[in-house]
């Protein structure tokens, strides 16, 4: 149900922009958000964004990232700034159904940020 896309390789310092797609309504999901998980490391979450569109970052990411929704295109985006090698992570969309409550998750997207 969801489709992660965006990622790639940039420089430090540089800028992209991640987009998960829902097959379905993104309103039939209280929170929607962002995780990452870099090589050798846990799974971490990244962003969250609930129902109201009140926003959760990273200490690490915080003033960096910005998560966005658009609930006509039914997609939430990532946009990550002045990245940073330790950025580099397989980066997976996340929401929760808010009648069901399961977790649904993207297939995860890689950001390799190296110069």
């Known amino acids: 149900q969801l489709q992660a896309s965006g990622g790639g390789l940039v420089q430090p310092g540089g800028s992209l922009r991640l987009s998960c797609a829902f097959s379905?309504?993104?309103?039939?999901?209280?929170?929607v958000g962002w995780y990452r998980q870099a090589p050798g490391k846990q799974r971490e979450l990244v962003a969250f964004m609930d129902a109201s569109s009140n926003t959760n970052y990273a200490d690490s990411v915080k003033g960096r990232f910005t998560i966005s929704r658009e609930n006509a295109k039914n997609t939430v985006n990532l946009h990550m700034n002045s990245l940073k090698p330790e950025d580099t992570a397989v980066y997976y969309c996340?929401?929760?159904?808010?009648?069901?409550?399961?977790?649904?998750w993207g297939q995860g997207t890689l950001v390799t940020v190296s110069s």
């Open positions: 379905g309504s993104i309103l039939s999901f209280v929170v």
């Open positions: 996340n929401a929760k159904h808010k009648v069901n409550m399961r977790d649904y």
